[in-house]
């Protein structure tokens, strides 16, 4: 018998993501859509609409016989109807590549409850890619540390999701500081390593807190969106948006610092600072048309994510263990 699992034990939690967690959010891929059926650039067979004409699911039109047409698709009854050869056009239905960009820097080692960013960003890529998976397209992934990358190819395969899943609880569990030892890559690097590797017709859906997607990132972004269909999905904690009224303890997991947030003009620079930081990611996503949606690491996950990709739903989901 199949284990109900609810909504409620779905939601990742805590410093560090861990793997049967996020294997877990496979029980809502069914609810979820990435994103609507529509006309695409790619050219491998699966389930979305494309321009290109042949033998498909989906009949188009009819149309007189032209040379090089393959004769198997000859509509006999229109040809004897009017005395006339005419051929049958189908609309191929052809799957597109998802790509699932995580950004697992050391800025994203960061939580005030709930969950931390890093955590959060690990458990939508995670029922991202079994969203996608579910509806037959090729998952693959790019996971961005402060040194490096890690590729997983694009395949139709759950395989490829948990090579991802094991991919990201592996170097969130190397964080140990919002701050990094060194110079983390900005993420204008990633974004042009995902123009790299990506075919076209991609989609792609970067999970980030944005803190550094500004004016730098504007030309990978616009060689980005001639090609491939981009999300951003930026996650962030309310402390990083507004000091609380009372004092605050900071710590780095390694050395402690007092704030004092009972500052009235310190918390108003800090607000308007960061009001000012979002805007200008929002409107640099406007520029490119860019959805842009906003992820809160202390609230619930899932009704987030049911929120932007599916139907709101409550109760109880089935899965098996």
Not at 56 to 71: A, C, I, K, L, S
Not at 251 to 277: C, K, V
Request: glycine share 6%; net charge positive.
């Amino acid at each position: 018998m199949p284990t109900v699992i609810s909504h409620t034990e779905l939601n990742p939690r805590g410093a560090y993501p861990e793997v049967t967690p996020l294997v877990q959010l496979r029980a809502i891929a069914r609810q979820l859509q990435l994103f609507k059926p529509h006309l695409a650039k790619s050219d491998q067979a699966g389930n979305l609409l494309t321009r290109y004409r042949g033998r498909g699911m989906n009949f188009e039109e009819v149309r007189d016989y032209q040379p090089g047409d393959d004769v198997r698709t000859i509509d006999w009854r229109v040809t004897a109807r009017t005395g006339k050869t005419h051929t049958k056009l189908y609309q191929e239905e052809r799957e597109r590549p998802v790509v699932i960009l995580v950004d697992l820097r050391s800025p994203m080692f960061f939580g005030s409850r709930q969950a931390f960013k890093s955590v959060a960003a690990s458990g939508i890529a995670a029922a991202l890619a079994w969203a996608g998976l579910q509806n037959g397209d090729r998952i693959g992934a790019l996971l961005y540390s402060d040194g490096d990358f890690e590729t997983v190819r694009p395949r139709r395969s759950h395989h490829a999701v948990l090579s991802m899943i094991h991919g990201t609880v592996a170097r969130a569990g190397a964080l140990r500081s919002p701050v990094p030892e060194g110079t983390a890559q900005p993420l204008k690097q990633l974004l042009e390593e995902a123009r790299r590797i990506t075919r076209p017709g991609s989609a792609l859906f970067l999970i980030s807190d944005c803190h550094d997607l500004n004016e730098t990132c504007e030309q990978p972004l616009y060689l980005l969106g001639r090609h491939a269909d981009l999300q951003v999905l930026r996650i962030s904690d309310p402390m990083e948006r507004e000091l609380p009224e009372q004092s605050l303890t900071i710590s780095d997991g390694r050395q402690r610092t007092f704030l004092n947030a009972g500052n009235r003009p310190l918390r108003e620079h800090f607000a308007d600072h960061q009001t000012q930081a979002r805007a200008e990611v929002a409107q640099l996503c406007r520029r490119h048309r860019l959805p842009l949606l906003d992820f809160d690491n202390t609230r619930p996950l899932v009704p987030a994510l049911l929120s932007y990709y599916g139907q709101r739903q409550k109760g109880r989901v089935g899965v098996m263990r």
